[in-house]
């Protein structure tokens, strides 16, 4: 299981709190994740991503949500799915105390009390065997919500057809109706045409 020595939170490039163990800060972890900051999409702007870039033997992982990134340094033993879970936890627990605050915040201003949280949350998905076990569930869970998600969607599709094919149906039976009148209008005006016919023949 892979370690994830480092983690911040930031807004664009400004770092609002971040935490590193003694292997980050001989990697200069703080450093290099500035520098990714610096070059997310767009900028270090406001647009959704969630990237890996490769430092060495270190993997930096970003998620993106909502102007709000959340960054960690792992292991390239961790693979993708822990550090993301990770980060994904992380970003909801920043947003969930915080909110719209973190959008106007200075630099390192949640530091002293996020960064005890961000410990916590490293040391758990490092060392926790379970935590990979929940990212794994979760993934599972997410594939079954997709596939219900597009269940919904086609039943709704066939819904579509279905009110499409009572409309045709009504659209018939109006029709059906109109040429029953006509029919009987004509089978009147023939009866009458002949009694008049008939009428002239007999006189």
Same mark, same amino acid.
């Given at each position: 299981?892979?370690?994830?020595?480092?983690? +911040?939170? =930031?807004?664009?490039?400004?770092?609002?709190?971040?935490?590193?163990?003694? +292997?980050?800060?001989? &990697? *200069? +972890?703080?450093?290099?994740? !500035?520098?990714?900051?610096?070059?997310?999409?767009?900028?270090?702007?406001?647009?959704?991503?969630?990237?890996? $870039?490769?430092?060495?033997?270190?993997?930096?992982?970003?998620?993106?949500?909502?102007?709000?990134?959340?960054?960690?340094?792992?292991?390239?033993?961790?693979? !993708?799915?822990?550090?993301?879970?990770?980060?994904?936890?992380?970003?909801?627990?920043?947003?969930?105390? $915080?909110?719209? =605050? =973190?959008?106007? =915040?200075?630099? $390192?201003?949640? *530091?002293?009390?996020?960064?005890?949280?961000?410990?916590?949350?490293?040391?758990? $998905?490092?060392?926790?065997?379970?935590?990979? !076990?929940?990212?794994?569930?979760?993934?599972?869970?997410?594939?079954?919500? &997709?596939?219900?998600?597009?269940?919904?969607?086609?039943?709704?599709?066939?819904?579509? !057809?279905?009110?499409?094919?009572?409309?045709?149906? +009504?659209?018939?039976?109006? *029709?059906?109706?109109?040429?029953?009148?006509?029919?009987?209008?004509?089978?009147?005006?023939?009866?009458?045409? *002949?009694?008049?016919?008939?009428?002239?023949?007999?006189?």
């Amino acid at each position: 299981m892979g370690r994830i020595p480092y983690a +911040a939170v =930031a807004r664009g490039a400004v770092v609002l709190a971040e935490h590193g163990d003694a +292997a980050a800060a001989a &990697s *200069n +972890a703080g450093a290099v994740a !500035r520098q990714v900051l610096d070059r997310l999409p767009d900028g270090g702007g406001a647009a959704d991503c969630n990237v890996s $870039y490769t430092q060495g033997l270190h993997v930096f992982h970003v998620k993106r949500t909502d102007g709000v990134t959340a960054l960690c340094m792992a292991d390239d033993a961790a693979g !993708r799915r822990i550090p993301f879970a990770f980060l994904e936890d992380i970003h909801g627990r920043f947003v969930k105390t $915080y909110g719209r =605050a =973190a959008l106007t =915040a200075l630099a $390192y201003s949640m *530091n002293d009390e996020f960064s005890r949280v961000l410990s916590q949350q490293m040391d758990y $998905y490092s060392n926790d065997p379970n935590a990979d !076990r929940i990212s794994r569930m979760k993934g599972e869970m997410d594939q079954v919500r &997709s596939v219900m998600i597009d269940n919904i969607d086609r039943v709704l599709e066939r819904g579509d !057809r279905l009110e499409l094919l009572v409309d045709k149906t +009504a659209t018939m039976h109006g *029709n059906t109706m109109r040429f029953k009148r006509q029919a009987r209008r004509f089978r009147n005006t023939i009866w009458w045409r *002949n009694v008049k016919l008939t009428y002239v023949n007999f006189c």
